[in-house]
């Protein structure tokens, strides 16, 4: 659970980390997965060679959307308790799912991910009411092209315009004197609301750096145009409730509480 001082970091800066948010085994557990997706070919390259349409095979920016489909600890994962109580904490209750994303550079030849606000593709009216959870796959740092913030930027909104580097990005050129970088090891998570501008940098080392990325915001935040008001009013499937709601029932069919620590222990043991 967040403390006050940390919650009280998010309000005001709109950003937070927390390094040792999982513990060992679920973080090995979550590597697992993640390579598995990757190995069996889930993910999709979406760095280009600046036309915005072809793929530029020689730097790999690799994504997958909605991992849970391919893997029950995924799937599971937004109903940790852990998980549920952090963001009820940050955006209130009742909170659901926006979107869930693995973003995979691999060694030597990882793309970057230029400037960008989540929400220019959301389109939430109050960025406060939402937030992005980031989780360091892999140990981030500067070198492997680690997550960068700038403090209290979620406090404007920033000009977008098309990312000629990715086959479907856009991207925004705020200040970049206060940027910061996320130093986070493996297993620890960023917190950033929706307005907080970020990027990512390109890896040039010899190990992989993945991250694993969730959107949560109050059901009730106010929205403009934008994904989110575009994707609750042509939702044919249930609205995936975290806090607040009924664990996963409506959506799977089951009660996915306790499920992610089963999953771990069960990836997890020899």
């Keep these: 659970m967040l403390n006050n001082d940390q919650i009280k970091q ?23 997965e993640v390579e598995r997706l990757k190995n069996e070919g889930h993910f999709n390259n ?11 095979n020689k730097n790999l920016n690799l994504q997958l959307h909605q991992p849970g489909q391919h893997s029950d600890l995924i799937k599971a994962l937004p109903y940790a308790d852990k998980l549920i109580k952090s963001v009820n904490a940050l955006v209130g209750t009742p909170n659901e799912i ?11 030849n990882g793309s970057a991910t230029n400037w960008h606000q989540d929400n220019a593709y959301f389109g939430a009216l109050d960025v406060t009411l939402g937030t992005g959870m980031w989780i360091a796959i892999h140990d981030a740092n500067e070198a492997n092209g680690t997550m960068r913030i700038i403090p209290k930027s979620h406090l404007a909104s920033i000009d977008h315009e098309r990312d000629l580097n990715s086959n479907h990005h856009i991207r925004c050129y705020p200040d970049e004197d206060k940027a910061i970088p996320c130093i986070i090891p493996a ?9 907080r501008a970020h990027c990512t940098g390109p890896n040039t080392t010899t190990g992989d750096r993945a991250g694993l990325a969730l959107h949560v915001h109050h059901v009730d935040m ?11 009013e042509n939702q044919d499937l249930p609205r995936k409730i975290l806090g607040g709601g009924d664990n996963g029932v409506e959506v799977y069919g089951e009660n996915q509480a306790g499920r992610f620590d089963a999953n771990v222990k069960a990836l997890t043991s020899v």
């Design 10 to 32: 998010w309000k005001e800066e709109g950003y937070l980390i927390v390094p040792d948010f999982f513990n060992a085994l679920e973080i090995c557990a979550l590597q697992h």
């Design 222 to 232: 106010p929205l403009g145009k934008g994904q989110i008001k575009n994707r609750v």
């Design 46 to 56: 979406v760095s280009t060679t600046g036309d915005g349409k072809t793929v530029d």
């Design 187 to 195: 297993g620890g998570v960023l917190f950033f609301n929706y307005g």
């Design 98 to 108: 926006q979107t869930t994303q693995i973003f995979y550079k691999p060694a030597g």
